[in-house]
């Protein structure tokens, strides 16, 4: 059954292989390496609270298996994720503790580099766009030393972002390139994929590339329906389309859009982009001039527990 769990997660049966190595690990059956797999699993279909346990155990069974490398992996994953997620005290804790672990071990490795495009992305958030671009560049240092194509693909993700905060738009269209094609060549891991896609998508539409936008839309598109069970990029990926479709002017198509990504990321709840979701179907009546639409569309979204919106 775990070599059934195992081929399940190389083909990308996201559901079967989430299921098989639940399954197992009720029996305590699985290593450190599969509880990594059954982390990934459980994001990849949307269950962000079994994933989070899972790598947080997988990344303790790697400490206890004294692969110190690993551990700080799987805190390194978790960590990011949760910021993605909006918590950013819970994922800088991680980050932090990954860092603690590689630092302790004092040698090189490649999870430094991955621990460096965290680190850039807060000095992308915290407008510092040139320190950021400096610490992406070190990462695809530590990514050619150690050919790791999840850290290049990252790492070039980020030199784009920074370059186009920049101002350079020439060199950050040919780095975000760079990065997509090792993501159609299926040189890196199905998370950094969805992140790659989703990067692409956005920085497209911040330099106003329409081109660009849908023609990686459509691939992000193409790269979902291979994968049915396959949750957080998909409900993303119907947002960018309802956005892609009202800057062609077909409204019809992006209200449908918009519709369907708020039901696909309300289930399961919990989904970072759902506000996204909401928030564009609620724009799209208040461009049309439906404002009463759009002030009922901002009110249903799903919310945190114990927050309302003010009547209006």
């Not at 460096?116 to 407008?127: D, H, I, K, P, S």
């Not at 992406?136 to 999840?150: I, M, Q, T, V």
């Not at 479709?245 to 990321?265: F, K, N, P, Y």
Request: overall charge negative.
């Amino acid at each position: 059954m775990l070599e059934q769990a195992r081929e399940s997660f190389r083909a990308r049966a996201w559901g079967d292989a989430y299921t098989q190595l639940s399954a197992l690990d009720t029996e305590g059956a699985l290593a450190p390496a599969d509880l990594d797999r059954l982390a990934r699993a459980a994001y990849l279909t949307g269950r962000d609270a079994e994933s989070e346990d899972a790598w947080a155990r997988a990344h303790q069974a790697f400490v206890d298996a004294d692969d110190v490398e690993r551990a700080a992996r799987c805190a390194f994953w978790l960590g990011l994720l949760l910021f993605q997620r909006g918590q950013e005290a819970r994922g800088g804790g991680w980050i932090g503790r990954a860092g603690r672990l590689v630092a302790d071990t004092e040698r090189e490795c490649a999870e430094q580099g991955y621990l460096l495009t965290a680190e850039g992305l807060g000095r992308l958030g915290a407008g510092e766009p040139a320190a950021a671009l400096a610490l992406f560049g070190r990462a695809l240092d530590a990514a050619e030393r150690f050919d790791e194509p999840d850290l290049r693909a990252l790492g070039r993700l980020g030199t784009g972002r920074a370059l186009i905060a920049l101002g350079d738009i020439e060199r950050a269209v040919r780095s975000l390139d760079e990065a997509m094609v090792a993501v159609e060549a299926d040189e890196v891991s199905t998370v950094v994929a969805g992140i790659a896609y989703c990067t692409m998508v956005l920085m497209c539409q911040q330099i106003l590339d329409l081109r660009r936008a849908l023609e990686w839309t459509a691939a992000l598109s193409q790269w979902c329906d291979a994968q049915p069970d396959l949750v957080p990029y998909r409900g993303q990926c119907l947002v960018h389309r309802s956005q892609l479709a009202q800057l062609r002017g077909d409204w019809s198509a992006a209200v449908a859009e918009a519709e369907r990504a708020c039901a696909r990321l309300s289930d399961p709840p919990g989904q970072a982009a759902v506000g996204l979701a909401y928030y564009q179907r609620a724009e799209l009546h208040r461009l049309r001039g439906e404002f009463a639409d759009a002030a009922n569309a901002l009110r249903s979204r799903p919310r945190r527990k114990g927050y309302e919106l003010p009547e209006v």
